[in-house]
């Protein structure tokens, strides 16, 4: 079977994102079954709601290779737990890296059904992104992160903006994914570094 570089991105997205709910999971001492479901639903939940939104069969369904992806990562998170344990930025780190290559394919994906104008598809790539971290979130019944104060689904509207911008410039497509993904990494690192985030609501 042949991969393209968006079908490599879009698995080590993720394994990314596999890791960081199954990580939370165990964090909200859920067993293994809970777990996996708890990862497997954070690493296709975006991209399940994006595709029913595009009216296309969600992408994970006639391709096994996702159970397997959220499987391996499910037994990296129990075989190397220690080392995971020791690294306190862990789930941030694997959350942000899913975050920031499922953007891309989410725009990707979007751009290749010619669902026009791109507004569109930098809302599908956001919600790609984003939307399998608030399911987790309610999986874990906590606040989703999405609607806190720390920069979250607005980093992927930048990164989304950037690949617009990128498209514009005439750049090629791995060099659009790149910056698209390395500007939304930014973005997050800084905001959370710098503490850095929007205004809250107040009554």
């Given at each position: 079977?042949?991969?393209?570089?968006?079908?490599?991105?879009?698995?080590?997205?993720?394994?990314?994102?596999?890791?960081?709910?199954?990580?939370?999971?165990?964090?909200?001492?859920?067993?293994?079954?809970?777990?996996?479901?708890?990862?497997?639903?954070?690493?296709?939940?975006?991209?399940?709601?994006?595709?029913l939104l595009l009216d296309?069969?969600?992408?994970?369904?006639?391709?096994?290779?996702?159970?397997?992806?959220?499987?391996?990562?499910?037994?990296?998170?129990?075989?190397?737990?220690?080392?995971?344990?020791?690294?306190?930025?862990?789930?941030?780190?694997?959350?942000?890296?899913?975050?920031?290559?499922?953007?891309?394919?989410?725009?990707?994906?979007?751009?290749?059904?010619?669902c026009y104008p791109f507004?569109?598809?930098?809302?599908?790539?956001?919600?790609?992104?984003?939307?399998?971290?608030?399911?987790?979130?309610?999986?874990?019944?906590?606040?989703?992160?999405?609607?806190?104060?720390?920069?979250?689904?607005?980093?992927?509207?930048?990164?989304?903006?950037?690949?617009?911008?990128c498209t514009i410039a005439?750049?090629?497509?791995?060099?659009?994914?790149?910056?698209?993904?390395?500007?939304?990494?930014?973005?997050?690192?800084?905001?959370?570094?710098?503490?850095?985030?929007?205004?809250?609501?107040?009554?």
């Amino acid at each position: 079977m042949n991969f393209s570089f968006i079908n490599w991105v879009e698995y080590i997205g993720t394994f990314a994102f596999a890791i960081s709910g199954v990580r939370m999971a165990a964090q909200q001492r859920f067993d293994w079954f809970g777990a996996y479901v708890v990862g497997f639903i954070t690493a296709v939940g975006g991209g399940t709601i994006r595709d029913l939104l595009l009216d296309i069969p969600p992408f994970w369904m006639n391709n096994g290779s996702y159970l397997l992806c959220t499987a391996v990562a499910f037994a990296c998170v129990i075989i190397f737990k220690k080392q995971l344990e020791r690294v306190s930025k862990t789930i941030f780190i694997f959350d942000t890296i899913g975050l920031c290559l499922f953007v891309v394919v989410g725009i990707e994906k979007t751009l290749a059904l010619e669902c026009y104008p791109f507004w569109l598809a930098i809302i599908m790539g956001s919600i790609t992104g984003a939307a399998g971290g608030i399911l987790r979130d309610v999986l874990l019944n906590i606040e989703p992160l999405i609607f806190r104060k720390e920069i979250y689904a607005s980093a992927c509207v930048i990164g989304g903006i950037v690949y617009w911008l990128c498209t514009i410039a005439g750049f090629n497509t791995t060099i659009t994914q790149t910056l698209t993904a390395a500007c939304i990494f930014i973005t997050r690192f800084v905001a959370v570094k710098y503490r850095i985030g929007l205004p809250i609501m107040k009554e």
